[in-house]
């Protein structure tokens, strides 16, 4: 069975731009690691091994297709490859934390093959805004009880 990512951890910015990658994301995330934005008003840390995948998935599905290039360059332009320090912390690209709206507070949650990094203001919106009957109601439609 594959090593997800999963659970949460708030942490906040220094001044510097780094974040702590929560102690039980390390080992799977690896040293380096790609930061791209995300479409869910977050920034996405993926392990280079998972970025890779990413990048094959695209590269068989969507071969010179227009949705493809639009894919790719936004991929390409949207993502940095980063080197978690000794203390477990990341530095985020300063344009991709604007992107995203990170100032201060964030939350990082496991999101099975990655790690999505949301301001906590945006995380707590998110939070209020999900019903639970709704998941429970697409999980079942996949053939997943909850």
């Known amino acids: ?10 942490h ?9 990658v929560p102690v039980k994301f390390r080992e799977k995330l690896g040293e380096q690691f790609i930061v791209a934005l995300g479409i ?4 996405n840390l993926y392990p280079m091994d998972e970025w890779q995948k990413l990048l ?29 320090d000794k203390q477990g912390r990341v530095i985020l690209p ?9 100032t201060k507070d964030v939350v990082s949650v496991g ?19 999900v019903s639970l009957r709704e998941i429970a109601s697409t999980a ?3 053939g997943i009880r909850l």
């Open 40 to 43: 869910d008003r977050c920034l």
């Open 111 to 129: 999101a099975l093959d990655k790690i999505k990094v949301f301001p906590k203001d945006v995380w707590d919106e998110y939070n209020k805004s």
């Open 56 to 84: 094959e998935k695209l590269d068989q599905n969507l071969p010179g297709t227009d949705e493809g290039r639009l894919l790719l360059t936004f991929l390409s332009a949207n993502s940095e490859p980063v080197e978690m």
């Open 1 to 10: 069975m594959p090593n997800y990512f999963n659970g949460k951890q708030i």
């Open 140 to 142: 079942a439609t996949y």
């Open 94 to 102: 300063q344009e991709l934390r604007d992107s995203a709206g990170i």
């Open 12 to 20: 906040s910015i220094d001044a510097k731009g780094r974040v702590i």
